[in-house]
């Protein structure tokens, strides 16, 4: 399991390396906290987090020496703080076969390999799990289906190049009912060029399917790529608008440098961030957890990290 966090914090040292300017040991003056505060914005974690930070600073240790662990202890509480309540792992209804996962996100985000991870991921737990490829206008979204449900030996439901999305998902919805599958996980398109296209095919897609189960699907999850920093907060904006985005996974975490996104986005939203994606493989897919969050976003402290490591992930 070391290979998970030594991942993340990999992931994120891109992230903590940004915010590394700040953590010089040095006197705590108006020049110092409005450096600091600049850093803290450029890093996204958005301008409330960062003055928030700077406030606790000036009444506390204003004129005072910091040292750079104090700085990044601070920063490190403040930002569990604001992330433990969206920390919310991603669990299947036990009493729903299937719990109905629509998954929805702009082109490229991950959304497709997000799901052949959840489907690993579930299916080794011991669930069964079904697949939808709803991403009928890219061939090559399908083929990517089909590979990792073989993969993990997970059926597929899939038409041809631009099948309705919508009668698949049905389909998808009536077998995975009848075999009493545990999870259905359903792929969709993401092009936004044309937003009102987009809103009719999810649209559509949930009201074919409520025909068939009025209360389909039980989760909408937003797949959202890190490495687009702010422009994260707009899509989060302009699906919600869509639909009704029930929690959030973050993807790219490994090659980004924009890990603070995440917090912004907890801050703003306070949807549930139910999994972070930091690479390709099925493993790369994790349950978020706050405080390791927090520390590997600071760095340092690797300490901290361990621990937190052993009692909170066992595999
Ligand atoms: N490094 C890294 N790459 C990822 C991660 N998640 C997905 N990818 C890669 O991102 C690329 C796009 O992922 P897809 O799953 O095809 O994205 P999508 O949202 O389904 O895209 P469309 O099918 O075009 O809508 C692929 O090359 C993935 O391997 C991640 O956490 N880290």
Redesign the pocket.
């Known amino acids: 399991m070391a290979g998970f966090f030594s991942r993340l914090k990999q992931g994120l040292s891109r992230s903590s390396s940004k915010l590394g300017s700040v953590f010089t040991h040095r006197k705590l003056d108006d020049a110092a906290l409005e450096e600091l505060e600049d850093e803290l914005i450029a890093a996204d974690l958005g301008p409330a987090i960062a003055e928030r930070v700077i406030e606790n600073f000036r009444s506390t240790r204003f004129g005072k020496d910091v040292t750079s662990n104090e700085i990044r202890e601070t920063l490190a509480a403040e930002i569990a703080r604001v992330l433990a309540p969206v920390a919310i792992p991603f669990e299947p209804m036990a009493d729903k076969k299937p719990h109905v996962v629509l998954v929805v996100?702009?082109?490229?985000?991950?959304?497709?390999?997000?799901?052949?991870?959840m489907a690993r991921h579930y299916s080794e737990e011991g669930k069964s799990v079904m697949l939808v490829a709803g991403?009928t206008f890219?061939a090559?979204?399908v083929e990517?289906l089909q590979v990792w449900g073989e993969r993990s030996s997970v059926p597929v439901i899939a038409g041809k190049h631009g099948a309705d999305a919508a009668g698949l998902a049905y389909d998808g919805l009536k077998r995975a009912t009848e075999e009493k599958t545990d999870l259905l996980l359903i792929?969709t398109?993401?092009r936004l060029h044309n937003k009102g296209a987009l809103m009719e095919e999810l649209a559509k897609i949930i009201r074919v399917m409520q025909k068939f189960d009025p209360t389909a699907p039980h989760s909408v999850l937003l797949?959202l790529?890190a490495t687009t920093g702010q422009n994260a907060i707009e899509q989060v904006r302009v699906f919600r608008e869509l639909v009704n985005v029930t929690g959030l996974v973050v993807?790219?975490?490994?090659?980004s440098a924009r890990g603070g996104i995440v917090v912004a986005l907890a801050e703003q939203f306070k949807l549930p961030v139910h999994l972070?994606?930091?690479?390709?493989q099925a493993e790369?897919?994790r349950p978020f957890i706050a405080q390791e969050y927090a520390q590997g976003l600071v760095g340092g402290n690797t300490d901290l990290a361990s621990r937190l490591v052993e009692n909170q992930v066992s595999e």
């Open positions: 996100g702009v082109n490229g985000v991950g959304k497709t390999t997000t799901i052949g991870k991403d890219r090559a979204a990517q792929d398109a993401g797949v790529d993807t790219k975490l490994d090659g972070v994606g930091v690479g390709e790369d897919l």
